[in-house]
T-cell receptor
């Protein structure tokens, strides 16, 4: 199994631009999680899906953030418009019947 | 609100030493506790998961214990190696939050050769 796949691995953009992060979970996993990691706030859960349905988006910081999961093998996290304070590493993780979450390598986002 | 604290924030030890990382949580109503490892620039790798009904889990040189009533967990690493150098994160799945994990800030471990 290839594990959780995220793209791009690095993204540099200018303030005000739209940013789209992508995630492919492990096949057969029915939970998908989006996290953000910063030095100041550590690792925070933004949103998670179960069977492609958003269950809890209470961690999404603002309306500028949105996430979708159109099918079981693909999810996106979009930031529009982006701001410098959005600079962070964004992780996607997936989980199956067992409790362990499997993390992707992350997308390192820098908003100038 | 569940809060997870990890002590120490950083640790530097010589190779071969046994060491203990500590994790504490404020709400004992949990489903499980997990220990993760994060290498620089990489994602998280699950090391051990302890269900709320369990007292400990072992994997190789790693042993994690859980005392739910006191809100504490420890990760014991035996005979440390330079390859163990990484950030170790503790995360709790609370009954209040369901499938959401609440993470500690991590312990940065450096094992010197």
């Amino acid at each position: 199994d290839a594990g959780v796949i995220q793209s791009p691995r690095h993204e540099v953009t200018e303030m005000g631009q739209e940013v789209t992060l992508r995630c492919k979970p492990i096949s057969g996993h029915d939970y998908l999680f989006w996290y953000r990691q910063t030095m100041m706030r550590g690792l925070e859960l933004l949103i998670y899906f179960n069977n492609n349905v958003p269950i809890d988006d209470s961690g999404m910081p603002e309306d500028r953030f949105s996430a979708k999961m159109p099918n079981a093998s693909f999810s996106t996290l979009k930031i529009q418009p982006s701001e410098p304070r959005d600079s962070a590493v964004y992780f996607c993780a997936s989980k199956g019947v067992q409790e362990t979450q499997y993390f992707g390598p992350g997308t390192r986002l820098l908003v100038l | 609100k569940q809060e997870v604290t990890q002590i120490p924030a950083a640790l530097s030890v010589p190779e071969g030493e046994n060491l203990v990382l500590n994790c504490s949580f404020t709400d004992s109503a949990i489903y499980n506790l997990q220990w993760f490892r994060q290498d620089p620039g990489k994602g998280l790798t699950s090391l051990l998961l302890i269900q709320s009904s369990q007292r400990e889990q072992t994997s190789g040189r790693l042993n994690a214990s859980l005392d739910k009533s006191s809100g504490r967990s420890t990760l014991y690493i035996a005979a440390s190696q330079p390859g163990d150098s990484a950030t170790y994160l503790c995360a709790v799945a609370s009954m209040e939050y369901g499938n959401k994990l609440v993470f500690g800030a991590g312990t940065i471990l450096r094992v010197k050769s």
